[in-house]
């Protein structure tokens, strides 16, 4: 069973529409051209092929929330001017190549995937803000980021990082904020833990809890506020 919904509206002497689609869907259907929002979440399409809203050239959002997609096509986007795409709840395995959406692109979120690459934000020069919450991110290449001077918000919360080595060498334009909640290498409020804090640039900005000696939960600003450890116990590493 399949259900649409489009609903019309006047821009100027334009007409667009929103589009929804919803249940049974296991490709990706036919679409208006005249779209400015397409959501076909709550379905089962595993696939999104080349070109498949090509001849959107207005459509600035795009939602498939809870489906099963585990492979876009780098040109899915081609033609398209989206600025917010939110695939949550698929079945992907690293940021989907979305070259072709660069100079739009500015909301990411690919929450609830099984990510373990990252390597295709380096493209996203545009992007502000990417949700990566509950994936399978264990290391993080600094590289990424070089080329990214409006992103302000990296959400890996519940994922696999171990360590922060890699955010010592960030030296970002902007004020970037990693949330990494939930993540192993937040895990306890150790002094070596502290160290790395105290040494990233000013403009890296961890956040997120972890258990302080007594078990209780706090902030990782609080706990650089502390700021409680000697020399000898900044030197202690802990394992990677």
Known sequence: MEFLLVLCFLLGANSYTFVEYEMGLTEFPPVPSNSLKVNVSMNAITYLGPNIMFNCAHLSEFVAKNNLIHDVDPLAFNGTVISALYMTNNKLTTVPTLRVIAD?????????????????????????????????????????????IHLENIYLTMNRITTLNWATSLTPPVTFNFNLKGNPVLEYCTCYLLHIL????????????????????????????AAVCSATEYSQKDPE
Not at 201 to 220: Q, Y
Request: glycine share 8%; with cysteine.
């Open 104 to 148: 739009t692109l500015e909301f990411l979120g690919l929450i609830g995937n099984q990510i373990d690459d990252l390597t295709a934000l380096r493209d996203l020069t545009k992007l502000v803000k990417v949700f990566l919450g509950r994936n399978m991110v264990s290391t993080v290449d600094p590289n990424v980021f070089d080329k990214l």
């Open 198 to 225: 105290q040494s990233l640039h000013s403009k890296v900005n961890i956040v997120g809890t972890c258990m302080n000696p007594s078990g209780n939960e706090i902030s990782t600003g609080d706990f650089v506020a």
